[in-house]
Nanobody
Framework: QVQLLESGGGLVQAGGSLRLSCAAS????????MGWFRQAPGKEREFLAA????????LYADSVKGRFTISRDNAKNTVYLQMNSLKTEDTAVYYC???????????????WGQGTQVTVSS
């Protein structure tokens, strides 16, 4: 069982930056692939980025490639999402997820956090 808790969301102006954190419980954090997703009002949940458990390989959605960076600190059981050059269309609830597989599909991830709101104003 893994519990995830996101933090770092908030209100930011367009062009600004935020760093989201996701703290995980459990001693097997390094065994899990980690992903970030988001869901805007009236839209389906969208894959953003993923980080493999051991080698640290990463995947990004085209919509955030070059602006967002996923990283993990296995010693702190934490995964981060650094978000730069934010746009108003990045406004959404952001979720982190953990799973034994990694990829762009929600089905790859078994555990989910409660989400943190990110609002980007113009």
């Amino acid at each position: 069982q893994v519990q995830l808790l996101e933090s770092g969301g908030g209100l930011v102006q367009a062009g600004g930056s935020l760093r989201l954190s996701c703290a995980a419980s459990g001693r097997t954090f390094s065994s899990y692939a980690m992903g970030w997703f988001r869901q805007a009002p009236g839209k389906e949940r969208e894959f953003l980025a993923a980080c493999e458990m051991s080698k640290g390989n990463t995947l990004y959605a085209d919509s955030v490639k070059g602006r967002f960076t996923i990283s993990r600190d296995n010693a702190k059981n934490t995964v981060y999402l650094q978000m730069n050059s934010l746009k108003t269309e990045d406004t959404a609830v952001y979720y982190c997820a953990a799973g034994l597989l990694w990829g762009v599909s929600e089905k790859s991830y078994r555990y989910w956090g409660q989400g943190t709101q990110v609002t980007v104003s113009s």
